[in-house]
């Protein structure tokens, strides 16, 4: 079992930044793939970006250029450090953790783990 829990949300204005962290419950964390989605009232979970066990590093299109993943493995964290947000960036994120190593970074059904999400807001 890892427990998933994220934190650094908040409400920021256009233009501005965040970093939002997911610490695990455990070491074996750091064996797993991690990824980050999103989830807006009334819409479907979406892919955000995501990093393997080894690091390599994957990303929506919607989030390129201005978002980077990354996880430090002695700490079992990875983070989400969010630039240059936009409105329509606003939404519950989730950290989410694929311990069977699918390679299906972008696939929502294949991570298994799920932390409570973390409200991110951009006003205009």
């Known amino acids: 079992q890892v427990q998933l829990v994220e934190s650094g949300g908040g409400l920021v204005q256009a233009g501005g930044s965040l970093r939002l962290s997911c610490a695990a419950s455990?070491?074996?964390?750091?064996?797993?793939?991690a990824g980050w989605f999103r989830q807006v009232p009334g819409k479907e979970r979406e892919f955000v970006a995501a990093?393997?066990?080894?690091?390599?590093?994957y990303y929506a299109d919607s989030v390129k250029g201005r978002f980077t993943i990354s996880r430090v493995y002695a700490k079992n964290t990875v983070y989400l450090q969010m630039n240059s947000l936009k409105p329509e960036d606003t939404a519950v994120y989730y950290c989410a953790a694929d311990i069977n190593l699918s390679g299906s970074y972008s696939y929502e059904p294949a991570y298994d783990y799920w932390g409570q999400g973390t409200q991110v807001t951009v006003s205009s």
């Open positions: 990093i393997s066990w080894s690091g390599v590093t």
């Open positions: 455990s070491r074996t964390f750091s064996s797993f793939d």
